[in-house]
């Protein structure tokens, strides 16, 4: 059970947009920022957002990142085949002292 | 350009340790913390402990407290994971990953991955 709630899949088509959530407290999402990581399957994860809303360079502006209170979403644009992945959030938990994931939100583009 | 390289991974028994390594090239070693991310086959992901800039920081989840010790030679531009008393439940794919500050606590991201060393601990 993670202590950051995704939804398991998410799917749209391709050109289209899709949000994926991520809910969490006070201790983590609400009072430190948040990232986002995309895996494709077999590879390592990569960042795509951090401190709730900026992309490292090289980072199309397709993808968006905002944080609300105790949940933080992540928004990508013009959807393509090669999106297709497994999204995840992550950010600090100060009551476990720890980093936290996400349990992970499978992206299908139709 | 930034390269994370982990080694040391393999069968296990349960009960038994291991040490993984991870190389790091490509940046500035000493001005960024550094993390240990694992990922059982087929789950998501677990941050397993981190480590500061000058080693000053340390943390782990609860999961491996007391069983594993990360650790770090800024002249060798290496990280290290000592795992001992290894559970079948620690089998995984472990990614050594590079903060984005000095520090492994808050909010920092990992910006940079390695492509990982798998931990098989079974009889």
């Known amino acids: 059970q993670s202590v950051l709630t995704q939804p398991p899949s998410v799917s749209a088509a391709p050109g289209q947009k899709v949000t994926i959530s991520c809910s969490g407290s006070?201790?983590?999402?609400?009072?430190?920022?948040v990232s986002w990581y995309q895996q494709v399957p077999g590879t390592a994860p990569k960042l795509l957002i951090y401190?709730?809303?900026k992309r490292p360079s090289g980072i199309p502006d397709r993808f968006s990142g905002s944080k609300s209170g105790t949940s933080a979403t992540l928004g990508i644009t013009g959807l393509q085949t090669g999106d297709e992945a497994d999204y995840y959030c992550g950010t600090w938990d100060s009551s476990l002292s720890a980093k936290v994931f996400g349990g992970g939100t499978k992206l299908t583009v139709l | 350009e930034v390269q994370l390289v982990e080694s040391g991974g393999g069968l296990v028994q349960p009960g038994r340790s291991l040490r993984l390594s991870c190389a790091a090239s490509g940046f500035t070693f000493d001005d960024y913390a550094m993390h240990w991310v694992r990922q059982a086959p087929g789950k998501g992901l677990e941050w397993v402990s981190g480590?500061?800039?000058?080693?000053?920081?340390?943390g782990y989840a609860d999961s491996v407290k007391g069983r594993f010790t990360i650790s770090r030679d800024n002249a060798k531009n290496s990280l290290y994971l000592q795992m001992n008393s290894l559970r079948a439940e620690d089998t995984a794919l472990y990614y050594c990953?590079?903060?984005?500050?000095?520090?492994?606590?808050?909010?920092?991201?990992?910006?940079?991955w390695g492509q990982g060393t798998l931990v098989t601990v079974s009889s």
């Open positions: 990953a590079k903060d984005i500050g000095p520090y492994y606590y808050g909010s920092g991201s990992s910006q940079h």
């Open positions: 006070s201790s983590n999402i609400g009072n430190n920022y």
């Open positions: 480590i500061s800039w000058n080693s000053g920081n340390i």
């Open positions: 401190d709730n809303n």
